[in-house]
């Protein structure tokens, strides 16, 4: 089996296109403040090329070697199955919401374009570099504008809560109203205040009202105010 092989120029260009495209995926993480951003995408990216082509050209001393069985895309599969340990890393769970989700596909996706870079798929990496950053800009705002017209019931509130609050009789509060929590967030101020940002999803005959009516009568919550 005959390996091609690259010059120096053609592997260098291709870690730092790679490290480009990964950079501008990991730059929008890290303008999210998300845990995984800029550094940690550009090094998925560099890893995950670089697996690729010692996969596909850097086995050049064991061409013609019968007792060697050589399968270029044998690293490049393992890389799939590898960055998925990481993106778990990057799961988080707060009280009932749970984040983390977008940015491990991103960095699922980033070792994807590693990839394709290191076999030198140009047009391919390029592409899905665009269309993923269109995804993670573009369709927020939409997401933003009409997600909540579509879903109908949604309302978010924010309490200011003490100690003694129990997210359980929050949760039975709403639900008690045919209610149902779709996320929760705990957020602490630099005063040492804690304020509890929350959606809950409810019928449309359900007045907002009562539930939060409801809500502010649960021990434990100093003020709610409903948007």
């Not at 090329?49 to 050049?60: D, H, P, Q």
């Not at 013609?64 to 890393?89: E, H, K, M, W, Y």
């Not at 994807?112 to 995804?135: C, D, E, K, P």
């Amino acid at each position: 089996m005959d390996i091609p092989t690259l010059t120096t120029a053609e592997l260098v260009l291709r870690i730092l296109v790679a490290a480009a495209l990964g950079g501008v995926i990991g730059l929008e993480r890290e303008l999210s403040d998300q845990p995984a951003g800029l550094r940690t995408h550009i090094l998925v990216v560099l890893g995950s090329c670089l697996f690729t082509l010692v996969g596909a050209y850097g086995l050049s001393a064991f061409a013609g070697n019968d007792q060697v069985n050589l399968d270029p895309t044998r690293v490049a599969a393992q890389v799939v199955s590898g960055i998925g340990f990481l993106g778990a890393g990057a799961i988080l769970r707060e009280g009932l919401n749970i984040r983390g989700l977008t940015t491990a596909a991103t960095l699922w996706v980033t070792a994807a374009i590693g990839v394709a870079v290191g076999l030198g798929y140009w047009v391919g990496a390029s592409v899905t570099t665009v269309t993923g950053i269109a995804a993670l800009v573009g369709l927020k705002r939409v997401e933003r504008m009409f997600l909540p017209k579509l879903r109908g019931g949604m309302h978010r509130f924010t309490i200011t809560m003490a100690p003694e609050l129990k997210l359980a009789q929050l949760a039975e509060a709403v639900e008690f109203h045919g209610g149902r929590v779709h996320s929760l967030k705990i957020i602490t101020r630099e005063s040492g205040e804690r304020h509890l940002v929350g959606q809950v999803k409810l019928a449309r005959e359900t007045p907002a009202q009562v539930v939060a009516d409801a809500i502010s009568q649960v021990p434990g919550v100093t003020e709610a105010i409903w948007d």
